[in-house]
Nanobody, 120 residues
Framework: QVQLVESGGGLVQAGGSLKLSCVAS????????MAWYRQAPGNGRELVAN???????NYADSVKGRFTISRDNAKNTVYLQMDSLKAEDTAVYYC??????????????WGQGTQVTVSS
């Protein structure tokens, strides 16, 4: 069974930094895509950043220049370094991964979410 487990959320003052981590465990052949999404109260879930196995990245306009996504493929881990945090970054952050099995099937998985609260 595949699991994604996030860590690193918490409370921080505006202008501060946090680093989120997400570890994928289970029977995994490869991770074509790993990503971070977030959902603020009353809003839908939105893509924050994603990263492909070859290293390409995409960021939401609202976080460009402030957030950095990275991966450690040997550890099946994706990180989100969040700097210059703003109150509007407050949300539950979810890890997402496309996971390819040894049989070639690709399935999407979500983590349980970690709360990030930025006080102004």
């Amino acid at each position: 069974q595949v699991q994604l487990v996030e860590s690193g959320g918490g409370l921080v003052q505006a202008g501060g930094s946090l680093k989120l981590s997400c570890v994928a465990s289970g029977i995994i052949f490869s991770l074509p895509t790993m990503a971070w999404y977030r959902q603020a109260p009353g809003n839908g879930r939105e893509l924050v950043a994603n990263m492909y196995g070859a290293g390409g990245t995409n960021y939401a306009d609202s976080v460009k220049g402030r957030f950095t996504i990275s991966r450690d493929n040997a550890k099946n881990t994706v990180y989100l370094q969040m700097d210059s945090l703003k109150a509007e970054d407050t949300a539950v952050y979810y890890c997402y991964a496309d996971i390819k099995s040894r049989w070639g099937k690709i399935s999407g998985y979500w983590g349980q979410g970690t709360q990030v609260t930025v006080s102004s």
